[in-house]
């Protein structure tokens, strides 16, 4: 079994436990790269090429018309996915579920048949609607059950994500 962690963060002004706080490396990040070291898997990062603002209001600005226009912005570069079975999908809530970029990457591909663990750092809404809209646009595909990482304790989250990773086979 080949496992791909493919992930979008957004570093810069996020909210943060409560107030907000510059962010060198996103949160998403920090987790995709702690599963990438457990796993071994190989890592992809999706990655727009357009630059979201890194003001937080600006951000949610800009993140909230692109959903309401059901907007998939178009990605840097993308990866051939065959080789793989399972796909560990790390991304931060956005409005309630998945960035539209983690949207568009799901466009490119077919997960047919692949298994897909989602993995989502927020900071207050769990993993929003994002199980449910996976399940929609991947409906051929088996989602397992997600892990939600309050982004703010993203550092300190490794015993959560071995046990998760535990449960799905992974580790
Ligand atoms: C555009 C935008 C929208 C957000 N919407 C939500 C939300 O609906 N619910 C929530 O709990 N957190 C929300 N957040 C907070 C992020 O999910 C949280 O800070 C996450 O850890 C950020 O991960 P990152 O640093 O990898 O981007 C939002 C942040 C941004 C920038």
């Known amino acids: 079994m080949k496992t791909l962690v493919a992930f979008f963060s957004h570093a810069g002004e996020n909210y943060f436990d409560g107030g907000y706080k510059n962010l060198k490396v996103g949160n998403a990040k920090v987790i995709a790269d702690k599963v990438q070291k457990f796993t071994g898997a190989d890592e992809f990062e999706i990655e727009t090429i357009k630059k979201y603002p890194i003001g937080y ?3 949610c ?3 909230m018309r692109e959903k309401k226009s059901n907007e998939l912005p178009e990605l840097k570069i993308d990866l051939p996915t065959d080789e793989y079975d399972h796909i560990i999908l790390v991304y931060p ?5 998945m960035p539209q970029a ?3 990457f799901l466009s490119l591909h077919n997960f047919s048949n692949k ?7 927020h900071e207050g809404s769990g993993m929003g609607s994002s199980e449910s809209d996976l399940k929609r646009v991947c409906s051929k595909s088996t989602i397992t059950r997600g892990l ?3 982004g703010s304790l993203a550092q300190t989250s490794d015993a959560a994500i071995k046990s998760w990773l535990k449960q799905n086979g992974l580790l």
């Not at 809530?93 to 579920?97: F, L, N």
């Not at 298994?115 to 750092?121: A, G, R």
């Open 93 to 97: 809530c956005w409005w309630g579920t």
């Open 57 to 59: 209001k600006a951000c």
């Open 148 to 150: 939600a990482i309050q």
């Open 102 to 104: 983690v949207f568009s």
């Open 115 to 121: 298994t897909i663990s989602p993995i989502c750092t």
């Open 61 to 63: 600005d800009e993140a």
